[in-house]
Every structure is written in C-alpha cells, then in structure tokens.
C-alpha cells in the first residue's frame, strides 16, 4: 500500500523558492520510487507575507504545520528586514514549538569536489555537527532600557538546561557509535562562560561516561575553528551549544567547498511534532532570481526528511545521485566553478534516480 506523507513547504525569500523546487521535484521522485508519496502543502510565508500582513506567517502557523509529518523549508531573510525579525518571526518559534532539539549538520568532502584546504582527498573530511537547537544562546530572553540615550542598555540571555545539554549530548554519542571512527568532540568557551557553559561540560563527562567505547575531547571553540581549517579530518561527531553549532556549520560548509552543499535537519527524535529541513545557507539576495543558486544542500535537506520518514531507500537513491553529479562534474552551479542553472542540477540529480 502506498504511503502518503503531508509535507508542508515554506519555500521562503530569496533564492529558497529556486533551490525548494528543484528538492521537491526531486524527493517527489524518489519518494515514489520507493512506493510513496509525498502531499506538498505551499505556504506562502516569509518576508512577503510580512510586508504585507506585519508578520512572517499567520498566528495559528504553529498549529497549521503540527497537522503535517515534516517541514521542508527554503531560506528566510530579506535585506529590507533586520534578520532577528525573520528569524523569531518564523523559524526560531517552529524549532521550539515542535521540540526539534537537535540539528544535524553533516560536512563530506565529496568526490569531484575541491576543498579550499590543499591537500584534502574526497571523503577525508566526513564531520557531523549536532548542533544545540532549542536553547542556549538563542533563547528570546532578555531586553532593552533607555533606547536612543547614551545610557542604552542591552541585555542579551543564554540559557543552559541540564535536560537541555544532556540530551543533544547524548544524541551526539549515540550517533557516534554508528560511525567507525567513534570520536565525540564537545565545543564551548567554557573558559570565559562561567556557568552554563560549565553546565554544558559536566553534562559532557556525565553523558560520556555511558559511552566508554566512544573517544572523546574538549576543545575552547576558538581553538575548535582553527582546527577545523588545520586538520578537519580530526573530526568525527561534533556537538556544540545553538551559536557555536550555527558559526562552526559554516567553516564546515566551506571546507567542504561550498555552502551550496550543506544540508540541516532540525529534529525531535521523539516524533511528537514535524521536523524541519533546511539548506543551511539564507535567501542569498545577491543572486537572488538569476538561477544560479546551487540547489544541492536543498535536495541532501530533502533526502534527510525522507531518512526522518523512514524512506531510507529513498533518502539513499539521493545521495547518491548527488554523489554520481558531483563526481562526474559536467553540471555544476557557478559556486562550484560551474555554469550550469539551479534547474539543470535538479535535472542531473532526477536522471539519476
Ligand atoms: N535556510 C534557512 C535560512 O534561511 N537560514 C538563515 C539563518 O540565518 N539561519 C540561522 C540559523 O539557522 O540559526
């Protein structure tokens, strides 16, 4: 019997509308491929919508997208709106609202593809950043006094739970032992934040004591960054707070060759709500509507939401047909050195399923 799955679409701003066609083309085929399908229900949210209703999406969103198994989402943000607007408007409140503590952030240096780093063969860099998604830094806790006077003042709160710390913690060590290499590397600047980034590192030793065939180090993320440019290949599983997860997903992306290729699941592994996939690049209103934007680090988001789905045979075809495009080389975005459109990549990737 062919299983139905509704998908709720917010393609976004930007380029996210061209890079959330080409994943929906794609997961669309490779779900039926694997005997299901998939109900895409559009909502039209975002900065538009902002412009004209004076919010990113309607007041009962959060309810509207509980009904649906999973969120595909494109990019939020427009150079007309203050980025902390778009993102407590829209994005923040959806990873809360449905618990989605984990996000998964995977960096591989595939075949066909060359690092900025010399040196690099494919496959030596295969890090996966769980990234704290529901607290920490990005916690809408804090305010302002005496706006527009010298004496302004801004309080900015980071919260750390023990629940909170222990549990995407945990998540990390669990994913490491499905790896060969079984290395747990836990990043903070425990040095300077005294508390909960304190927190954070006796969750780590409590957590990593269930875990005794698991390897695993500290590291200041000041010294974290430098390793990741130095010898990336170090890394195995990666957890970090919501901050330093967001900062070290990018100097992944760019290690690996592009942001074009970065993908992100924000996941409740409990299943209680619908989880959210996401490039992990913005709108990119510098190449907004040319058609150039690189459509892979949507279409490998899309394989991650049908992993979620438990459609593995599907999510697979994907990444692998992502694989076959980039090491063959013939049609590639301009972020990747190539000429080819965002369409003729979706293109490439569908011929291969
Ligand atoms: N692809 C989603 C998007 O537009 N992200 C923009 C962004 O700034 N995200 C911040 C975050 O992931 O915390």
Redesign the pocket.
Known sequence: MERTFQIAVIA?DGI?PEVTREAQRVAARAAGLAGARLEWREFPWGTEYYFANGRMAPPDFLETLAACDAIL?????HPRVQ?HVT?NGL?LPIRRRFDQYICLRPSYLYEGVSSPLVGKPAGSIDLLVFRENTEGE?VDVGGRVYRGFPEETALQTAVFTRRGCERIIRAAFEAALTRPRRKVSSITKSNAQGYGMVLWDECFAHVAADYPQVTTESLLIDRAVMEFVRQPESFDVVVASNLFG?ILTDLGAIVVGSMGLAASGNIDPTRRGPSMF??????APDITGQGIANPLAAILSAAMMLEHLQLSAAATAIREGVARVLRHGGVRTPDLGGRSSTSEVGEAVLRTL
Do not use: T
């Open positions: 976004g996210g989402l494109g990019a939020v943000g980025d993102l994005l990005y967001d996401e490039p992990v690049h913005g709108s």
